[in-house]
Every structure is written in C-alpha cells, then in structure tokens.
C-alpha cells in the first residue's frame, strides 16, 4: 500500500526492488520442472490398494523372516487405504489381522534366536494406534483407548498414540 501511495505521489518506493537478468549459458543449469505429485492412498482405490500389497507379499518367501514381515505390511497397507477410504470399519479389521500377523512373527522370530526381529515394539505400537484411530472413528471410544495405551506400553514415547 506504501508503494502504490508513494507511486501516485510520484515518488520513489522506499524500498528499491532489483532484477537479476537471466543469462544463458552452455553450462547454466538446465531448468527444474514442477514436482510431480505422487499418488496417495486418498488418490488410488481400494482395488489398487489391495493389489499392491499383494504384490508387495509375493516377494520374499514366506517363510523367511523377511517373507513374514512383508505380510503383515502388506494387511497394513490394505488397512491404511480402507481407512483412507473412509471404511473404518474395514480399516479396523484389517489392522487386527495385521497386528495378530506381526505378534505372531515376532514371536516366531525370537523363538528361533532372530536378533532383528521382524516386528518391533514401535511397529506393534503403531498398528495398535492405527486400529484405535479406526475404531475410535467408530465412535467406539473406550476400545480406542484400550488400544492407545496398549501401543503406549509399547512405545511410550510414541506420540500419536498420546495423542488419540
């Protein structure tokens, strides 16, 4: 408003602004284009959602610990594109199931004398806080609860379980 004021006026702008010419060279820089949007969970359906994670499942074999891990990854990203998809419902189920996949690896895992195990108490932590996000949404509160202090016994120093 100062500028457009002192410009009627006839006066010079308090604060001068300077140019930069553009200059080309041989050597300059090529141009960056604008970033491209990568496709979220919101943006793909269901159908693809489910795909993917199956694909993501075939990789390793299932009985390697990697093999097992992937698994319950892939029920994760079923879960977190229903939920995205608004079907908390499904979103809920499929985060049991994934929970259930990732307990029961992990104990696999530490009975063979594993040392990285194929789920940690973070992962379990966020898979808990996950189906209280989803159940809550549900308006079934007290469940949700449970759940957060579940996954807070887990990880206490998770924060979104805080949070929820």
Same mark, same amino acid.
């Given at each position: ?41 919101? #943006?793909? %359906?269901?159908? =693809?959602? !489910?795909?993917?994670? @199956? &694909?993501?499942?075939?990789?390793? +074999? /299932?009985?390697?610990? $990697? ?19 608004? #079907?908390? %419902?499904?979103? =809920?189920? !499929?985060?049991?199931? @994934? &929970?259930?996949?990732?307990?029961? +690896? /992990?104990?696999?895992? $530490? ?21 209280? %996000? ?31």
């Amino acid at each position: 408003r100062l500028e457009a004021s002192q410009r009627e006026r006839g006066q010079r702008a308090a604060t001068p602004t300077r140019t930069r010419p553009e200059v080309a060279s041989a050597d300059a820089a090529p141009a960056v284009s604008a970033p491209q949007p990568i496709a979220s969970p919101v #943006a793909m %359906a269901p159908g =693809a959602i !489910a795909a993917a994670a @199956a &694909r993501a499942a075939e990789k390793p +074999s /299932a009985g390697s610990h $990697a093999g097992m891990r992937a698994m319950w990854r892939a029920v994760k990203a079923t879960a977190d594109g229903h939920f995205y998809a608004a #079907a908390y %419902a499904e979103a =809920a189920s !499929a985060y049991t199931k @994934a &929970r259930g996949m990732a307990e029961e +690896s /992990a104990r696999k895992a $530490a009975a063979v004398g594993t040392p990285n195990a194929v789920a940690t108490a973070t992962d379990l932590a966020v898979l808990h806080a996950n189906f209280a %996000a989803a159940v809550m949404m549900l308006g079934r509160s007290r469940e949700g609860l449970l759940a957060c202090e579940e996954a807070l016994a887990l990880d206490a120093g998770y924060r979104r379980a805080r949070q929820r």
